[in-house]
């Protein structure tokens, strides 16, 4: 067995980007980007999302896949080889190692949900009369504590158990088969909504531009929540993708393999659309209801449907993908950080990083039984809702930030050397004109972002 100072490479270029956007596309792609959509007047806020992703999105994907494949070193030790001697870059690094950790601590758990659901939906659990019952469903679910925890730990034991054969034959082989599964079971999904009788009507919703909608919600906020969905999508910012960059190697430009796992994850985002709001507008649900889209409104939708338990079935087979799909990718960003710290086998660290991933799960399970009384961001909120605050809040676009400017800066790495790196091998390049927009205005936007959003979390 390899120490843990022996570095693993992946098989092929299909398994960097498959990994890459296994990591990416999650619960965000089909639970909150079309339930955000709904809430945003539909098309308009659409081609937002599509721009700043290319303006926003790309870039700091670029930048985390060179740093990462610069230094060959997991996200906890990633800046150390590059950053100018006495700098305190490094520091940088036990955030994203503490990111990582906080991410799976609620995403696990969310991830377990999926599975109960699947369950549930299989076995006519959720063939009930009314939105009411679905409630009480999902309600009874999050107070059942014991239960989560069971959920909670086939998905991170299995995670890990999975991770432990390494990088080719465990990760590598299972995300291959499971990521082309996910696209085949949402294009036919997809394929199906487009056939009900509200799918012209969903579909200019989803796609068409509506004046005024816009103006009734307006363009600024619309605009303000296209920019947080597009950055938070790829979830850079806490080395998550960086350590997939450290993998790959150097035949093709990290710009053109960016551009790639945006495409990847920007369809899927799409095709979820395509999936859900033919099917709203159908029967009649209202494609703004926020969270509760995925698990009350949905199978509602399900239960009025022919053959209504099979799609519901497949959807949320899909879902368990789509969350276990990006467990496992963190979990392979925290085994690298432990590993090369302590310079264990990729089993033992396994066997040592899963029970401590398991019981940081515990506070997020208990949040909404034992500990309900703990609502830290006021009224209804949990300690999920505190984790949840702290990594889409701060950790990702603090993390961002930290990035464009580490790349860009001479105090940091700086524009030659990241530009050297981002450009070796074959496809699109960083171009000299990019200079002024990378350096200067993207890290601007960055903090806005990260400003406007937690003044609107927090007032």
């Known amino acids: 067995m390899a120490d843990g100072n022996e570095r693993e490479g992946l098989n092929s270029r ?84 503490a990111g990582c950790f906080l991410l799976m601590s609620f995403y696990a758990v969310v991830a377990g949900w999926m599975l109960y659901y699947l369950g549930m939906e299989l076995t006519g659990g959720l063939s009930v009369s009314g939105v009411s019952q679905l409630w009480d469903v999902f309600d009874g679910m999050v107070a059942d504590w014991r239960l989560l925890l069971g959920l909670t730990a086939v998905v991170v034991f299995g995670g890990f158990l999975i991770c432990s054969f390494g990088l080719e034959k465990g990760l590598e082989r299972v995300m291959k088969p499971m ?24 579909i200019d919703f989803y ?36 350590i997939f960059g450290s993998y790959v190697d150097k035949r093709h430009t990290l710009l053109g393999e960016a551009s790639r796992v945006a495409l990847i994850d920007t369809l899927i985002a799409i095709m979820a659309g395509l999936l859900i709001f033919p099917a709203c507008f159908t029967y ?37 993908l ?19 710290r302590l310079g264990c086998s990729r089993r033992k660290v396994c066997a040592m990083v899963a029970p401590l991933m398991f019981l ?4 997020c399970i208990l949040g909404y039984s034992i500990l309900n009384g703990f609502q830290p961001l006021g009224p209804g909120t949990s300690v999920q809702d505190l984790e949840d605050f702290v990594v889409s809040y701060l950790l990702l676009p ?62």
Not at 285 to 297: A, Y
Not at 360 to 363: D, G, K, S, W
Request: charged share 10%; proline share 5%.
């Open 14 to 97: 299909l398994g960097f980007l498959l990994l890459s956007a296994g990591c990416a596309i999650g619960l965000g792609n089909v639970w909150k980007f079309p339930y955000i959509v709904g809430q945003n007047g539909g098309g308009f806020f659409v081609l937002l999302y599509v721009f700043f992703l290319v303006v926003l999105g790309i870039p700091v994907l670029t930048m985390e896949f060179s740093i990462g494949r610069a230094s060959r070193r997991s996200p906890l030790m990633m800046f150390r080889p590059l950053d100018p001697e006495g700098s305190l870059w490094h520091l940088r690094g036990w955030l994203c190692m």
């Open 179 to 202: 990521m082309l599964l996910m696209l085949l079971i949402l294009v036919c999904l997809s394929v199906y909504c487009l056939t009900l009788d509200g799918a012209s009507s969903g």
């Open 207 to 242: 796609l068409g531009v509506h004046p005024d909608v816009v103006n009734d919600i307006g363009a600024w906020n619309i605009c303000v929540a296209a920019m947080g969905q597009a950055f938070f999508t790829l979830s850079v910012g806490i080395g998550s993708m960086a």
């Open 284 to 320: 009649g649900v209202d494609v703004g209801s926020g969270p509760p889209l995925i698990f009350i409104t949905l199978p509602s939708v399900f239960n009025q449907m022919p053959g209504g338990q099979v799609f519901g079935a497949f959807f949320f087979l899909f879902m368990c």
């Open 322 to 340: 789509a969350a276990f799909s990006t467990c496992l990718t963190l979990f392979e960003a925290q085994i690298s950080c432990v590993r090369e």
């Open 360 to 363: 940081l799960t515990i506070p």
């Open 398 to 459: 603090g993390g961002a930030l930290v990035f464009a400017v580490f790349c860009t800066s001479r105090y940091g790495w700086g524009w030659k050397r990241f530009r050297q790196e981002a450009n070796t091998g074959k496809g699109p390049r960083i171009q000299p004109w990019m200079r002024i927009y990378l350096t200067y205005l993207l890290p601007l936007i960055i903090a806005v972002l990260l400003v406007t959003g937690l003044v609107g979390r927090l007032t």
